[in-house]
């Protein structure tokens, strides 16, 4: 059998292999992957219940895990490239993201996994970014890194490439939409090689995934999560810079942005964050005085599983029975719709204990019912003619 694991392994083989099939099921997002390890102990026991589970989310069709051989074959394919499978139970797993409740359970990585837990700052901007733009994104990198930060970035056009760029030689993450081997926009491929070569290439999608647009905000929570805090550098307002900075305030990081002209529509996003308080952003100083008082209390010293337990304990402990979640599940989906809303909203709105909310959250999530966004958010999932 192939050895899938690193000498700080905590899971068996064949427990790895389950967690990889049960994070790459249909419908299993990482807040109800948690929710499942903690409810049943292990990602195998859990593969086993998710068919019922989703029955009585209101799926007519039974939901299959993923293919035991498919993810063995992801697995070989993986250590190919010279890659590896991260969980969020391995001791090299990143300790700034493992803080967050919808932490990726399984990374892929093909690269240094001890930049993981080197203190790290994200630089994310426009990608039809200016001349100027790429010069400061590439310039501040430079400094941040012989500074001792490893520079986080998502490997797109702009200022993300010029961000990896400046931080080649002193260390730098790119975290991807898609799997960890596809190369997008494919003009990165050299830049995407040196990076494998001395830095790391993230990825939460499985291996040969194209990126496809709900992908990106999910790399965007990644990017902020390993960072202690993200600098906009040239943003419009309504862009992915903008929500990656959204993100990093909800995940407690520090939200940096670089002015300018009030004339160029790529400033309005900095010029907006700089007036809701984010740190105006004029050199590396800026940051690192700011750092300073970065104390990483926020981040778990246990795995986010561990932190469902409470939510399950509460659930059995209050006697919640599969027709009594079944009424909180048809309550909760009253209160959705198309557009998004947080869980706490939804808890108020229905005065219902949180842990019946949780339960029934998770059983529509695997009926495919809904959608879970990040940030604590869900949305009503558009109706699938292979579920019901």
Same mark, same amino acid.
């Given at each position: 059998?192939?050895?899938?694991?690193?000498?700080?392994?905590?899971?068996?083989?064949?427990?790895?292999?389950?967690?990889?099939?049960l994070?790459?099921?249909?419908?299993?997002?990482?807040?109800?992957f948690?929710?499942?390890?903690?409810?049943?102990?292990?990602?195998?026991?859990?593969?086993?219940? &998710?068919?019922?589970?989703?029955?009585?989310?209101?799926?007519?069709?039974?939901?299959?895990?993923?293919?035991?051989?498919?993810?063995?074959?992801?697995?070989?394919r993986?250590? /190919?490239?010279?890659?590896?499978?991260?969980?969020?139970?391995?001791?090299?797993?990143?300790?700034?993201?493992?803080?967050?409740?919808?932490?990726p359970?399984?990374?892929?990585?093909?690269g240094?996994?001890?930049?993981?837990?080197?203190?790290?700052?994200?630089?994310?901007?426009?990608? @039809?970014?200016? #001349? @100027?733009?790429? /010069?400061f994104?590439?310039?501040?990198?430079?400094?941040?890194?012989?500074?001792g930060?490893?520079?986080?970035?998502? &490997?797109?056009r702009g200022?993300?490439?010029?961000?990896?760029?400046?931080?080649?030689?002193?260390?730098?993450?790119?975290?991807?939409?898609?799997?960890?081997?596809?190369?997008?926009?494919?003009? @990165? !491929?050299?830049?995407? !090689?040196? #990076?494998?070569?001395?830095?790391?290439?993230?990825?939460?999608?499985?291996?040969?995934?194209?990126? =496809?647009?709900?992908?990106?905000?999910?790399?965007?929570?990644?990017?902020?999560?390993?960072?202690?805090?993200?600098?906009?550098?040239?943003?419009?307002q309504?862009?992915?810079?903008? #929500?990656?900075?959204?993100?990093?305030?909800?995940? *407690?990081?520090?939200? =940096?942005?670089?002015?300018?002209?009030?004339?160029?529509?790529?400033?309005?996003?900095? @010029?907006?964050?700089?007036?809701?308080?984010?740190?105006?952003?004029?050199?590396?100083?800026?940051?690192?005085?700011?750092?300073?008082?970065?104390?990483?209390?926020?981040?778990?010293?246990?795995?986010?599983?561990?932190?469902?337990?409470? =939510?399950?304990?509460?659930?059995?402990?209050?006697?919640?029975?599969?027709?009594?979640?079944?009424?909180? *599940?048809?309550?909760?989906?009253?209160?959705?719709?198309?557009?998004?809303v947080?869980?706490?909203?939804?808890?108020?709105?229905?005065?219902m204990?949180?842990?019946? #909310?949780?339960?029934?959250?998770?059983? &529509?999530?695997?009926? *495919?019912?809904? /959608?879970?966004?990040?940030?604590?958010?869900?949305?009503?999932?558009?109706?699938?003619?292979?579920a019901?």
């Amino acid at each position: 059998m192939l050895a899938f694991h690193s000498k700080d392994q905590i899971l068996s083989d064949a427990e790895r292999l389950a967690w990889l099939r049960l994070v790459r099921t249909e419908n299993v997002g990482p807040i109800t992957f948690y929710q499942l390890i903690a409810r049943f102990g292990t990602a195998t026991k859990a593969l086993e219940a &998710l068919p019922e589970l989703s029955r009585r989310g209101g799926r007519a069709k039974p939901l299959r895990a993923a293919a035991e051989g498919d993810v063995y074959k992801e697995y070989e394919r993986l250590a /190919k490239l010279g890659g590896k499978i991260v969980v969020a139970a391995d001791e090299d797993y990143p300790l700034a993201l493992g803080a967050l409740d919808d932490a990726p359970p399984v990374l892929s990585v093909i690269g240094d996994t001890r930049l993981f837990n080197r203190s790290s700052v994200a630089i994310v901007g426009a990608r @039809n970014a200016s #001349i @100027n733009g790429r /010069k400061f994104a590439s310039s501040l990198a430079r400094d941040l890194g012989g500074r001792g930060q490893v520079v986080v970035s998502g &490997l797109a056009r702009g200022i993300d490439t010029a961000a990896h760029e400046g931080a080649l030689h002193t260390g730098t993450i790119a975290v991807v939409a898609g799997g960890v081997d596809v190369i997008y926009p494919e003009e @990165n !491929a050299a830049l995407y !090689a040196k #990076i494998c070569e001395d830095g790391a290439v993230v990825a939460e999608s499985a291996l040969g995934q194209k990126p =496809f647009a709900a992908a990106f905000p999910r790399r965007n929570r990644i990017v902020s999560g390993l960072s202690k805090g993200v600098v906009v550098v040239e943003a419009t307002q309504r862009s992915g810079s903008m #929500i990656t900075a959204r993100l990093a305030g909800e995940q *407690g990081r520090d939200v =940096f942005a670089v002015p300018g002209s009030p004339l160029d529509p790529r400033a309005a996003g900095p @010029n907006h964050l700089i007036r809701e308080g984010a740190t105006l952003v004029r050199g590396a100083d800026d940051i690192l005085e700011a750092l300073m008082n970065f104390s990483g209390t926020g981040y778990r010293t246990d795995t986010p599983a561990q932190g469902y337990l409470a =939510f399950e304990d509460s659930v059995v402990g209050a006697g919640f029975s599969e027709e009594t979640l079944a009424d909180v *599940g048809e309550m909760v989906l009253g209160q959705l719709s198309y557009a998004p809303v947080g869980v706490d909203e939804i808890i108020r709105a229905l005065g219902m204990p949180t842990a019946s #909310i949780l339960g029934a959250l998770l059983e &529509l999530e695997l009926a *495919g019912r809904i /959608k879970r966004l990040p940030g604590g958010r869900v949305v009503l999932e558009s109706t699938s003619p292979d579920a019901f």
